[in-house]
């Protein structure tokens, strides 16, 4: 055999020896210059397939709530919900915004990756998206709040002042949560005008509703959102408590009012005894505090929540006084839902400063890794309506 073609055929073994190294010890190596992999880069010409980030796919065109749910239930996993968490943010609540979402992804959505919705009444800064967008590879969304489902509607009397006075006057009394506090109030109160019809939530069944600078303060080994669904609740709760009677002056007498007006919405077995002592004459003020929420969309589209908000906002009441979410959805699910359809979540450890729901029972608190001091659970403090929510579920 002459010399060129012994070198040759050197080479050749040296090549198929390293060959057969490499595609033993790199994968990688092996799969680019796998035969399959050849085949299709040849079918498909020097373009190569392009990645979709679940971040920037774009959202799903809606022509209806029922369509769209419809549309995401073949996209979700059968072992989730069709669910969403929910803040309201300005743009200085970032700090607080993302310890809410941490908190929340660390006790529980690591491991189950629902999206996030996040809405303010203006555009979120570029940082605040920046930061907010590296909490959680779940789906985040950015809405702004249409000005006209926000601010004060045009038919508030305050010309006359009327609204102003009111104001001045709880400002003079010291009552908390004044001014804007009023928008925000009549915005979650209008789910179905505003809250359930934005863009991003059409698409969804359930929410959770999370606030910036809350505390999730156990593990949460179970999904709330399946339990919900499976077990048919309408409204879940953590934390009850009083209203401040000077906010809401008139709001009982409006709810008599429409009831007598309404009765056919009043459900059977509704948690009526829950807000009062006397069968319904006065309001003992309790409420579910609903900054934390979680709850079925459904419930706020229907026609008896649509009808009772629009009968309540045409009062005037968010404005005149200041009516708070939490009283007129509190209402409104113990009286035209089964009183069943409602749930405590124990399980939760949860904080709104200066407010915290400490699991008890049953080590649940032990088996949660609960950071929270069961002493200190507002759970049967005084100004509590817990015992007036058991003694409900125990009658």
Request: charged fraction near 20%.
């Amino acid at each position: 055999m002459n010399t060129p073609i012994r070198y040759v055929i050197i080479a050749l073994v040296l090549i198929i020896t390293l060959h057969s190294i490499l595609t033993i010890t790199h994968d990688e190596y092996s799969r680019v210059t796998s035969l399959s992999n050849l085949i299709s880069q040849s079918n498909n010409g020097s373009s190569s397939s392009a990645t979709i980030d679940i971040h920037t796919e774009p959202p799903i065109s809606i022509s209806s709530p029922d369509v769209a749910k419809e549309e995401l239930s073949h996209k979700t996993s059968k072992a989730m919900a069709n669910a969403t968490f929910v803040i309201l943010a300005h743009n200085d609540d970032l700090d607080g915004t993302i310890q809410s979402m941490r908190e929340m992804e660390d006790r529980f959505n690591r491991k189950h990756g629902y999206p996030w919705v996040l809405l303010n009444e203006v555009p979120f800064t570029p940082e605040f998206i920046k930061r907010i967008s590296i909490i959680t590879t779940a789906p985040i969304e950015f809405g702004i709040i249409p000005y006209d489902h926000w601010y004060q509607p045009n038919w508030v009397d305050e010309a006359k002042a009327k609204a102003k006075a009111s104001r001045d006057k709880m400002k003079a009394d010291g009552i908390i949560y004044r001014g804007g506090y009023r928008n925000m109030c009549r915005f979650n109160s209008g789910v179905l005008q505003f809250f359930y019809r934005h863009k991003l939530l059409q698409k969804y069944w359930y929410y959770w509703r999370v606030k910036p600078n809350v505390h999730f303060h156990c593990e949460i080994d179970f999904d709330p959102f399946l339990f919900m669904e499976r077990e048919k609740k309408t409204y879940g709760f953590t934390i009850t408590m009083y209203e401040f009677e000077a906010t809401i002056k008139t709001l009982w007498s409006a709810v008599k009012e429409f009831v007598t007006q309404h009765p056919q919405y009043v459900a059977p077995n509704n948690a009526l005894g829950f807000l009062t002592e006397d069968g319904g004459d006065t309001y003992n003020l309790c409420h579910f505090w609903s900054n934390f929420e979680i709850a079925d969309m459904d419930f706020w589209h229907a026609e008896a929540y649509a009808t009772f908000f629009n009968y309540l906002d045409l009062r005037g009441g968010f404005y005149y006084e200041r009516w708070g979410d939490a009283p007129v959805h509190s209402i409104a699910v113990a009286l035209f839902t089964p009183r069943d359809q409602l749930h405590f979540f124990n399980d939760i450890g949860y904080e709104h400063p200066p407010y915290t729901h400490c699991p008890r029972g049953d080590n649940i608190w032990s088996k949660g890794r609960c950071a929270c001091d069961l002493k200190k659970s507002f759970d049967y403090d005084g100004y509590s309506c817990m015992t007036k929510w058991d003694r409900l579920m125990n009658n």
